[in-house]
């Protein structure tokens, strides 16, 4: 029985190269971690806002409340990139009503981007709405 020794060397070759890979995303991770460089996933709230334009110089938007309602201070609304009100109190220190009605007054001809950022009770934000009316 011949033995083939150039046929032995290639598993060994391919073990050590899988093994140093192993090693070094090992390494890679730990670092990270370490290192602070991966975070903690911020918790997202379910919350629902509704945009709807009546006319040519009207959007009316509506909170209707989610998982946890009572930790939404105010929403700052923004049409087409500027700043056009806001529902609830900046820097309030009481959640907003679900139900809440705002209308938003202006010259909103054809398509408007909306967006709706909300600010919480622990001091976040998230953006809630951001849709075309």
């Known amino acids: 029985m011949q033995h083939n020794l150039t046929d032995e060397a290639v598993s060994e070759v391919i073990g050590t190269v899988l093994i140093i890979a192993l090693v070094v995303t090992l ?11 991966v975070g903690t996933v911020q ?5 629902a806002v509704t945009a709807v ?7 009316s938007l509506t909170y209707h409340g989610g998982d946890r309602p009572d930790q939404l201070y105010w929403l700052n609304i923004s049409v087409n990139g500027t700043p056009v009100g806001r529902m609830g109190t900046l820097g309030g220190t009481s959640p907003v009503k679900v139900g809440n009605v ?11 981007h909306v967006i709706v950022v ?3 009770s622990d001091g976040k934000e998230q953006v809630l709405l951001d849709t075309i009316v």
């Open 43 to 47: 918790e997202t709230k379910v919350l």
């Open 102 to 112: 705002t209308l938003v007054a202006g010259n909103f001809l054809g398509n408007n």
């Open 53 to 59: 334009r009546f006319n040519e110089s009207n959007i």
């Open 27 to 37: 390494a890679a991770i730990i670092g990270a971690m370490v290192f602070g460089l």
């Open 118 to 120: 909300g600010a919480f």
